[in-house]
């Protein structure tokens, strides 16, 4: 008999520049645009590399246009990664954006990340897990194949407001960011792949995974911070999530960023984020054992490759967006 196939689980990566956190966080020189991209893709190529493991990398458009970014950003792509859309400005107030600027925005971004790496983006992930009616319709318009900016999590508005706290906003700016991480109700959408229903089209979805039954965090910056309590105890937990998704039949899609695998010896700019305190490359080698579980258990590919395997599929359900703040029939 031939063995079963095994389930299959995406793995991405957010590539948020240095600028980009410190523009969400309210740092003074983030128009700089300083970059640590320089330092973070060889390090994560290799890891990849080590592992045999091909994933999808979402870009900021902004970065793409910036000539010493180029040539890491190129080598994603030539070492067979898949790149998707992160927007141009890396703005978690993107669904704010009326439809000209958004439609601007990632534009944009496609042309930028095209220049870059040669390829151009059919997956977008909004800033911040950021997204409208708007952005649905126009990812439809230009030809996207999924979207992957939801995030189930039911503790959104908690890490908001520990965001807040330790940052230098003015209220005027958290007004702005008032969307980041999401909120109580974007926490009961769909945790299992689905169909968002745009006009007489359809847009696959594809959600960060959270904790089946629990709807928190299991995406590796939660891990790390687990790891910093102990070990031990954020390999017990992943370990329990991969068991509870196989249950639940939920193929997790797996979130990284960059400081998954970079400390404050390696940016210390931005040590007042949890987990910084460990070394880069010890947050790489636990990185490592997280990966490595979830390789055991699953077939992991790029998003592109989920979403052709979920769309091969029947019975996927459908959903008609709406989003907090938007009135019937917006967009």
Known sequence: MTPAARPRASLSLDADNLWSYQKTH????????????DVLVPRVLGFLAERGLTITFFVVGKDADEPRNQEPLAALAAAGHEIGNHSYRHEPWLHRYDREELAGELERAEVAIESATGARPVGFRGPGYSLS????????ERGYRYDASTLPMVIGP???????????LTEE???ERSGLFGTWSDGLRPIHPYLWRVGDRTLTEVPVTTLPLGRVPIH?????????????LARAYFATALRLCRLRKVEPSILLHPLDFLGADDVEELAFFPAMGMAGRAKT????QFVDQLAQRYDVVTMLEHV???EARSGLEVVTPHFAGETAGAG
């Open 26 to 37: 309210g740092d003074t020189g983030w128009d700089r645009y300083d970059s640590y991209l």
């Open 133 to 140: 009616t708007t952005t649905l319709e126009l990812l439809v």
């Open 308 to 310: 052709e395997h979920i």
């Open 220 to 232: 590796v910056s939660y891990l790390l911070y687990l790891a910093g309590i102990r070990p031990a």
């Open 158 to 168: 908690l890490a908001r407001a520990y965001y807040f706290r330790t940052s230098r």
């Open 285 to 288: 080698e636990l990185v490592g």
């Open 173 to 175: 700016q958290k007004a």
